[in-house]
Structure formats: structure tokens, C-alpha cells
């Protein structure tokens, strides 16, 4: 298994891109960090582009675990999506 740490070396733009439909982005954010809450991103509305932009700007906003298998993902903890990805 290789783990990563996302708030050390976030993942690219590019490939936020190619893992994150344009519709609903906002459900691959991190609600419970504590810059979704100071941001109250709950309550707004964000485009595709927003959600990167922001996940790029702070690392902790991304949805983990982020499971990657070629070009499949998983955001957030999910064992019925990983056993979708095996």
C-alpha cells in the first residue's frame, strides 16, 4: 500500500480536474475542516473551478482518504466504493 499526504504534496490541478465531475463538486470538499466551516461553504454555491481552486489553496479542504486506482477515485471513507475499485 503507498499512502501520501496530501497537505504536503497536494494532488495537481490537472488531475483534480480529470477526478472531479463538474456537477456537485462541492460534495468532494471536507466538511468537518475547520476552513469549510471559517469559509461557510455550506451555504454557498461553487463551480467545478471554485471547488479546485479552493482544495488547491488549502490541501485540508480535499475529501480523504482519496483512494486512486488508474483512473478511478474514491474521496472520502467509503469501503462499498473501494471494493468497487478492486
Given at each position: 500500500?503507498?499512502?501520501h499526504?496530501l497537505?504536503?504534496?497536494?494532488?495537481?490541478?490537472?488531475?483534480?480536474?480529470?477526478?472531479?465531475?463538474?456537477?456537485?463538486?462541492?460534495?468532494?470538499?471536507?466538511?468537518?475542516?475547520?476552513?469549510?466551516?471559517?469559509?461557510?461553504?455550506?451555504?454557498?454555491?461553487l463551480?467545478?473551478r471554485?471547488?479546485?481552486?479552493?482544495?488547491?489553496?488549502?490541501?485540508?479542504?480535499?475529501?480523504?482518504?482519496?483512494?486512486?486506482?488508474?483512473?478511478?477515485?474514491?474521496?472520502?471513507?467509503?469501503?462499498?466504493?473501494?471494493?468497487?475499485?478492486?
Amino acid at each position: 500500500m503507498v499512502t501520501h499526504d496530501l497537505a504536503k504534496d497536494p494532488p495537481s490541478r490537472d488531475l483534480l480536474e480529470k477526478l472531479i465531475p463538474a456537477e456537485d463538486a462541492a460534495s468532494y470538499l471536507n466538511a468537518r475542516s475547520p476552513a469549510y466551516k471559517e469559509r461557510d461553504l455550506g451555504t454557498k454555491s461553487l463551480t467545478k473551478r471554485q471547488v479546485i481552486d479552493l482544495m488547491l489553496e488549502e490541501p485540508n479542504l480535499i475529501r480523504r482518504p482519496l483512494v486512486l486506482r488508474g483512473t478511478k477515485a474514491v474521496f472520502g471513507f467509503s469501503p462499498e466504493q473501494y471494493e468497487e475499485l478492486i
